[in-house]
C-alpha cells in the first residue's frame, strides 16, 4: 500500500527546535520531489519545503535559514529539522509527493506542531 | 512567486446544485493545475491535476477545466459527502501556491 505517515510533532517554547519525520511505504522518496505543506489552525495550506530527486532543496521565505528538508534513503523517510521556531510556526505539517505530473498525489496524514510558552 | 485568487471564498448551496469555483494566476501556468478537497481534520486529497485530469477513484461529477490563467472546478450534482473546502494549486514552478480554499456549505 502505498502511504506516508507523518511523526514527530508536539509542544515546543519559541526559539526550540523540532525534527518531523514522514516514512513512506510503496514508493521510493529519493526517486520522487517531496515536499512539506503546513496548515495554520483555521487557515489555508501554505508549501513550507522540497527536496529533489537529484537532492537539491528548496525553501518557501517564510522558513528560509531556519527548517532543513532532507531524507534518509535506505529508511525511505523524509525529515523536516525546525530550528529557532516561531509562534507563527504552529500548524499541522504534512508531507507530500510532489509529482511533476500528478501533483501532490499522496499525503500523510499529518503532525501536529504547537509552538508556545 | 505565482499568485493566485480563488473564488468564492464561500459558497452555499443545496444537495443537487451544481458549483462552480474559480482560480486565476498572476501568470500563465500551462496546465499544471491541481484541484484538491479537505474535510475537516484531515488531510487534503487530490481530485484533478493537469487542470483536467479526474484522479483515480474521484467520481465522474467532479471536472475541471482551463489553461493559461483561469481555471474552474465544477461539481455537477453536490451530494452530502462533497460538503468540504476545496483548494487549486500550480506546480508549475517553485515555490508551489495554493489557494485560499472555497468552504462550499449546505445552504
Known amino acids: 500500500e502505498v502511504q506516508l505517515v507523518e511523526s514527530g510533532g508536539g509542544l515546543v517554547q519559541p526559539g526550540g527546535s523540532l525534527r518531523l519525520s514522514c516514512a513512506a511505504s510503496?514508493?521510493?522518496?529519493?526517486?520522487?520531489?517531496m515536499s512539506w505543506v503546513r496548515q495554520a489552525p483555521g487557515k489555508g495550506l501554505e508549501w513550507v519545503s522540497v527536496?529533489?530527486?537529484?537532492?537539491?532543496?528548496y525553501y518557501a521565505d517564510s522558513v528560509k535559514g531556519r527548517f532543513t528538508i532532507s531524507r534518509h534513503n535506505s529508511k525511505n523517510t523524509l525529515y523536516l529539522q525546525m530550528n529557532s521556531l516561531r509562534a507563527e510556526d504552529t500548524a499541522v505539517y504534512y508531507c507530500?509527493?510532489?509529482?511533476?505530473?500528478?501533483?501532490?498525489?499522496?499525503w500523510g496524514q499529518g503532525t501536529m506542531v504547537t509552538v508556545s510558552s | 512567486a505565482i499568485w493566485m485568487t480563488q473564488s468564492p471564498s464561500l459558497l452555499s448551496a443545496s444537495t443537487g446544485d451544481r458549483v462552480t469555483i474559480s482560480c486565476r494566476m498572476s501568470?500563465?501556468?500551462?496546465?499544471?493545475l491541481a484541484w484538491y478537497q479537505q474535510k475537516p481534520g484531515k488531510a487534503p486529497e487530490l481530485l484533478i491535476y493537469?487542470?483536467?485530469t479526474l484522479q483515480s477513484g474521484v467520481p465522474s461529477r467532479f471536472s475541471g477545466s482551463g489553461s493559461g490563467t483561469d481555471f474552474t472546478l465544477t461539481i455537477s450534482c453536490l451530494q452530502s459527502e462533497d460538503f468540504a473546502t476545496y483548494y487549486c494549486?500550480?506546480?508549475?514552478?517553485?515555490?508551489?501556491?495554493f489557494g485560499q480554499g472555497t468552504k462550499v456549505e449546505i445552504k
Open positions: 507530500a509527493r510532489d509529482h511533476v505530473t500528478y501533483a501532490f498525489d499522496i
Open positions: 510503496g514508493f521510493t522518496v529519493s526517486s520522487n520531489y
Open positions: 527536496i529533489y530527486s537529484g537532492g537539491s532543496t
Open positions: 501568470q500563465g501556468i500551462s496546465s499544471y
Open positions: 493537469a487542470a483536467s
Open positions: 494549486q500550480q506546480y508549475y514552478s517553485f515555490p508551489r501556491t
